[in-house]
């Protein structure tokens, strides 16, 4: 596997092949995103991977400083999947000048949920990841299912912008009893750890109930905010919406075409989480 940390040198280790599969990453990888690169291998093309903590989509509270930066520890990971290219590049590399050319997605998507409670959120994704495809221009790109609204707004944007790039999503994977893999998790302590589970289990329950009742949606929604509240979570929000759009569905429609979704924090730790229902 070859390392790259400066866009010429992407360019010339790129230069060999036409059709590539990438995966964006910030790095500190776990299981999940070695999933995302089996899944882009499939392809039987050669896999790029990115590892870039991003300013732009960090609000100033936020963890940019604190997120954890593991290159060497990532490559070896990146290479035992059977990732053939990471591209890493320094802040000054991607961003030379201040960035002050952005990509703003539909905001109907984009300041919703996620992007209603970290504003500028989305923008600062479809930025960088704009730029990350300028940059490799890859034939397929591959995402997590976890941050599901992420997928749809990356999606909705290559559409518009009529990008040849296949989207793919994967499933989220979890540890035991549920809690959904995230590099955030590391901020858990291991008692937090063990009830962070409580966040995957309100969502089962929260779907179990609507797809049996669908007319209950508003006060199950309530029902499970008020639960997280109950187990120590901050909830921003936990909700059933359209998996194609993120709406809220009317009052006909029943479950199976819809998506449990949920952002909270336990002590200083925001985890976000989803099933589709
Ligand atoms: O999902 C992530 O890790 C990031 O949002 C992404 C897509 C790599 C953009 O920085």
Known sequence: MNLVQTLTDLRYALAGHRNWAFVPTMGNLHAGHLALVHHAKRHGLPVVASIFV??????????????????????????????????????????????????????????????????GFFVGVCTVVMKLFACI??????FGKKDYQQLLVI??????????????????????????????????????????TTLHQTLQTLSARVVAHPNELEMAQADALAHLTQQGWQPDYICIRRRANLQ?????ETAGTWVALAAARLGSTRLIDNIEC
Do not use: W
């Not at 221009?137 to 591959?142: D, E, K």
């Open 248 to 252: 809220v569905p009317a009052a006909h």
């Open 137 to 142: 221009q890859p034939a397929v790109a591959v």
């Open 155 to 196: 999606r909705h944007m290559v559409a518009q912008l009529a990008l040849p790039i296949e989207i793919e999503g994967v499933d989220t994977l979890r540890a035991q009893e549920g809690l959904a893999l995230s590099s955030r998790n590391r901020y858990l302590s291991p008692t937090q750890l063990q009830h962070a």
């Open 54 to 119: 991003n300013r732009l989509q960090f609000a100033a509270h936020e963890d940019f400083d604190q997120y954890p930066r593991t290159l060497v520890a990532d490559c070896a990971l990146l290479a035992q999947a059977g990732c053939d290219l990471v591209f890493a590049p320094s802040e000054a590399d991607l961003y030379p000048q201040p960035q002050t050319c952005k990509v703003h997605p539909a905001p109907e998507l984009a300041d919703i949920l996620e992007g209603h409670f970290r504003p």
